[in-house]
């Protein structure tokens, strides 16, 4: 069975300042990897995806991340944080043969001024 | 377009009240699932349905039952409710003919059980 940890489980960052969320998976296969945001009270919106080709991918509201096949990982990077990328991220993977999403337990990140 | 949309957005119940979490998406997808997301844990899957007619356990299934009533529809109903219930319920749909693709989250159910 897949599994995803999320190693930090809060992170707080100045404004401007770069941030990198880490998400370690388990499964024996190649993985559908998945960034989702949640903003407080909102539903989960999907910040990017990974299925196979270049192992650095782009998201949206300027994330990428970064597939190591070595290291089981699929880290979130930005170079720049706002104030409005406060939220709760969560790193999934997809497998099996209904892909169903196995989802880490999160990490929240503040940003402060 | 709606997407993936739940009622009620938030319910109080006694323990041992019965209610019903219903989930409707309007894009098509074969594929729906019932999560709920508690602190600390991420998301658990409860039941999902891989095509209309078909629903299977995710991980924490335990007092709940699911019917996927067709091809938009799929609800989650607590038959007892216990207040380890308490949680907030998210569904999901996604498209399954091309088995890569991403899932779609509604807003969620936050459901308390005093």
């Known amino acids: 069975a897949q599994s995803v940890t999320q190693p930090d489980i809060h992170i707080t960052v100045s404004e401007g300042a770069s941030l990198e969320l880490r998400c370690n998976y388990s499964?024996?296969?190649?993985?559908?990897l998945f960034w989702y945001v949640q903003s407080p009270g909102q539903g989960l919106q999907l910040l990017l995806k990974y299925f196979s080709g270049d192992t650095l991918v782009q998201g949206i509201k300027g994330f990428e991340a970064e597939f190591k096949r070595s290291q089981s990982s699929f880290n979130l990077r930005k170079p720049s944080v706002h104030w409005s990328d406060a939220a709760e991220y969560f790193c999934a993977v997809g497998a099996g043969y209904d892909y169903k999403l196995s989802f880490g337990a999160g990490t929240t990140v503040t940003v402060r001024a | 377009n709606a997407g993936v949309t739940q009622t009620p957005k938030f319910q109080v119940l006694k323990t041992g009240q019965s209610m019903t979490l219903q989930c409707a998406q309007d894009?098509?997808?074969?594929?729906m699932y019932w999560y709920r997301q508690d602190p600390g844990m991420g998301l658990r899957l409860i039941y999902y349905?891989?095509?209309?007619?078909?629903?299977d356990k995710g991980e924490v299934p335990n007092g709940y039952n699911v019917s996927r009533l067709n091809k938009r529809e799929f609800s989650l109903r607590l038959e007892s409710a216990a207040p380890s219930q308490t949680s907030v319920y998210f569904c999901?749909?996604?498209?399954?003919?091309?088995?890569?693709?991403?899932?779609?989250f509604g807003q969620g159910t936050r459901l308390t059980v005093v």
């Open positions: 894009m098509n997808h074969n594929s």
């Open positions: 999901a749909s996604r498209d399954n003919r091309d088995r890569i693709t991403e899932a779609f």
């Open positions: 499964y024996g296969a190649t993985p559908y």
């Open positions: 349905s891989a095509s209309e007619g078909t629903t």
